[in-house]
């Protein structure tokens, strides 16, 4: 990856974070690598309907991965 | 039996990354051995594959598992495409364990039960270090309440699996943005704890996560997992209970079956040994970890 891809990915999340969050079922957003480039990768509840994500962001490659509901990690019998 | 297990520890030690790089190995870990189906007494070092390749004569002799290593029988388990450690190895995280190493079952009094990370110093004291949610109760618990080793789930009970004494949290801000679930134990005595973690070894450091980084985690409910580092500096949105916490600068390990409830507080380490983040929260696809100089800086500690 190289630096200024890394930057600017860096860049654009910060500036669009609230945007990313606003997307339906989005629990997390980061920074994630593919083929050497930095990527944006969104963290879905559950799977995406077409459409709801563009591809790309300001040039900066979208992913999308759907992870379910991230819990904090406890043993669950029981907890709260 | 004690004795025993950290005889053992320490051979598994020694060999644990030759064992790795054989063809299947997903794990090594230490449970009885089983014959015939029956659960002997014998401790055993369990090497977990992806599958049993038969017959012997066509696995090549250098990833051959030995049947003894240094007078410790081996017991090959197939656990298919690892996701959870099986019921051996395991079973031995929720046990009371003196002293208690990382990788074991842990939690105050009021949770169910959590992992016990590692130790942490500040100055000449160590302590007990593992999530806010774990130790702390979720900001209920007060300095000096009782941690339990193992954890109430797991059969802890006061006074007698005391092991330790809530020492300090970094409280969790429900409605703001949140960087750790931390918090640390004091134990009653130095000698009820060891620097071990289970299935590791004694950890080398602090190191930082890097997108990519094989990492590996050994935690009290799927044991010794692997993965790897997919996202970094990450925004992420955490239920707990029923409220949603938000937590910012995360990493997310992208490997199904890698934790599951009861794994929190788990140290996540890198293939040099060194730690270089805290488990707190995960889903069946995923894993949220705390990068580990963000943890001993809120804490004001150090590994």
Redesign the interface.
């Known amino acids: ?1 190289t630096r200024v891809d890394l930057e600017k990915a ?1 860049e654009v ?1 910060r500036r669009h ?1 609230a945007w990313f ?1 606003s997307l339906p079922g989005v ?7 593919r083929e050497g480039e930095a990527v944006i ?1 969104i ?1 879905l509840e559950r799977e995406p309907s077409s459409g709801d994500i563009p591809a790309e962001i300001e040039g900066v490659p979208l992913r999308v ?16 | 039996m004690w004795e025993r297990i950290k005889e053992i520890l320490e051979i598994k030690g020694r060999h644990l990354e030759g064992l790795l790089r054989k063809a299947t190995v997903r794990g090594v870990g230490i449970g009885y051995k089983v014959v015939g189906g029956e659960v002997t007494d014998e401790l055993s070092l369990v090497v977990l594959v992806t599958r049993k390749l038969k017959p012997l004569e066509d696995i090549p002799p250098s990833h051959r598992i030995p049947r003894e290593i240094e007078g410790v029988r081996t017991d090959v388990i197939d656990v298919g495409v690892v996701r959870v450690s099986p019921p051996e190895p395991t079973a031995l995280r929720r046990d009371r364990l003196r002293p208690a190493p990382g990788g074991c079952s842990i ?1 105050h009094v009021r ?4 992992t016990m990370g590692c130790l942490v110093r500040r100055g000449k004291e160590r302590f007990i270090l593992s ?1 806010n ?2 130790l702390a109760a ?1 900001n209920l618990g007060a300095k000096g309440d009782y941690i339990l080793q193992p ?1 109430p ?2 059969g802890g009970r006061v006074p007698e699996d005391g092991i330790a004494e809530l020492a300090e949290y970094v409280p969790l801000d429900f409605s703001g943005v949140n960087q750790v ?1 931390a918090a640390i134990a004091r134990p009653f005595s130095q000698e009820l704890v060891v620097d071990e973690i289970l299935d590791i070894g004694v950890p080398l450091g602090a190191g930082d996560p890097e ?2 980084q094989e990492v590996l985690k050994s935690g ?2 799927t044991g010794l997992t692997r993965g790897h580092v ?13 409220r949603k916490v938000r937590f910012e600068g ?3 390990i ?1 490997v199904p079956g890698f ?7 788990s140290a996540i380490i890198s293939a040099d040994r060194k730690i270089v983040g805290l ?10 970890f705390t990068p580990i100089r963000r943890v001993l800086q809120a804490l004001k500690v150090e590994l």
């Open positions: 990856m860096r999340l974070r969050f629990v997390g957003v980061g920074i994630s690598s990768e963290l991965r759907t992870v379910g509901e991230l819990r904090a990690q406890r043993e669950d019998v029981g907890a709260d | 939690g949770v169910t039960a959590g999530n949610h774990v979720t954890g789930a797991d679930d997108l990519q009290r409910t997919g996202v970094v500096e990450a925004t992420i949105d955490v239920l707990y209970g029923e995360q990493c997310v992208p934790s599951r409830g009861g794994d929190s507080g488990l707190f929260a995960g889903s069946e696809e995923a894993t949220v």
